[in-house]
């Protein structure tokens, strides 16, 4: 406990706003970046996340295993919160449905990842739900991990970070997180990351420019 305590303080002087819901708030890791133009950067080292897969229920009740990679000459957004979450989460849900729709015609390309870290109260079909009030059902997938070891396995990958205070069963507990998008190409390799605040011109942006660059001959 005195571990996870010292790491949750550290990680929030890191990213302050970004965590919520809890006191012993995470934040992503500070890495080297590649600065461009748009809001976000590319993470380095590089990230391969392809491998990864968690149940999703937006394609069955059951949790069809979904595989983080992109359809075909697309990009897949991937975000890392729980359903409980009273600012961050549906804040950035909103900003990215926002950068969507101002895509016009290339949101097509574009699908959305919500996976929840809150795993002992967010079940599947309610994340589904949360879901659909931000986005068409063709464009999402709505992940739950089945045990915290495979959670920690794909936010390992990303670079995400995550904690949930200790409690007993039944007892309320706090959820914190970092507030990080991810941009997942279609052969798994993480393109892009925007921070939490990204405005939906600025995601727009940014997708145009990551589609264009990650396929140039589309």
């Not at 739900?129 to 997938?141: D, K, R």
């Not at 507030?179 to 393109?191: P, Q, R």
């Not at 940014?206 to 589609?211: A, E, H, P, V, Y």
Request: with cysteine; glycine share 10%; aromatic share 10%.
């Amino acid at each position: 406990m005195r571990r996870l305590a010292a790491l949750s303080v550290s990680l929030l002087l890191v990213v302050g706003a970004a965590a919520c819901g809890s006191s012993s708030g995470t934040a992503e890791s500070s890495t080297a970046t590649t600065a461009v133009a748009q809001k976000g950067y590319r993470p380095e080292p590089k990230r391969k996340v392809g491998a990864m897969s968690l149940p999703d229920y937006a394609a069955g009740q059951q949790g069809t295993p979904f595989t983080f990679k992109a359809q075909p000459d697309g990009l897949l957004l991937v975000y890392f919160g729980y359903l409980s979450c009273p600012d961050i989460c549906p804040l950035t849900m909103g900003d990215t449905a926002a950068g969507l729709e101002a895509l016009g015609d290339e949101a097509s390309r574009v699908q959305v990842a919500f996976a929840t870290i809150d795993i002992e109260r967010d079940q599947g079909p309610e994340i589904v739900e949360y879901m659909t009030h931000f986005f068409s059902p063709e464009q999402i997938h709505a992940l739950r991990a089945e045990d915290s070891y495979s959670l920690n396995g794909v936010t390992y990958e990303f670079g995400a970070q995550w904690s949930i205070e200790p409690h007993q069963p039944g007892e309320f507990y706090g959820v914190a997180h970092s507030g990080t998008t991810y941009a997942v190409d279609d052969k798994g390799n993480v393109v892009w990351a925007w921070p939490f605040g990204t405005t939906g011109d600025e995601l727009a942006a940014s997708i145009r420019t990551l589609l264009a660059q990650t396929y140039p001959t589309t």
